[in-house]
């Protein structure tokens, strides 16, 4: 359901949160610690910086860093621009004719499961991955 990329940049933004007074970070510095490819997680992290989850700064003591508070930012601001989760079908099987008038033989058993995910990842915050509420 996440991507690698996704994975990442949760991971990546959860480093961020921790990080004293919102200092900037370097990509390569956030790639170490959580063993990703630099080059791959600083064009995830531009991404999320022109979505406007993080803050982007060139030169010496640039990085990036948080464009708000970690108890603002949720699960879906994070994974969305990466792999467009709000535009994703309805339908498991990715069927654009099926709906509750016309559903495909997976239709009732999905919607129920897609709707707790939906629901998982707009309430989850950083914040809340840092205070332990989601295990790892």
């Known amino acids: 359901m996440i991507s690698d990329?996704?994975?990442h940049a949760i991971k990546a933004v959860v480093i961020l949160a921790t990080q004293p007074d919102n200092q900037p970070m370097g990509a390569k510095a956030i790639a170490q610690e959580i063993r990703a490819p630099q080059n791959y997680l600083g064009k995830l992290l531009q991404q999320l910086a022109a979505a406007g989850i993080l803050n982007s700064a060139r030169?010496?003591?640039?990085?990036?860093?948080l464009a708000r508070k970690a108890n603002k930012i949720t699960l879906l601001d994070v994974l969305d621009p990466l792999q467009h989760i709000s535009d994703k079908?309805?339908?498991?099987f990715g069927w654009k004719?099926?709906?509750?008038?016309?559903?495909?033989?997976?239709?009732?058993?999905?919607?129920?499961?897609?709707?707790?995910?939906?629901?998982?990842?707009?309430?989850t915050t950083i914040d809340d991955i840092l205070d332990g509420k989601i295990i790892e």
């Open 5 to 7: 990329s996704g994975r």
């Open 59 to 65: 030169g010496h003591g640039g990085g990036f860093s």
């Open 89 to 92: 079908p309805e339908c498991f």
């Open 97 to 123: 004719k099926c709906s509750d008038s016309n559903p495909c033989a997976f239709h009732e058993q999905w919607k129920p499961q897609r709707k707790r995910i939906a629901e998982l990842l707009t309430d």
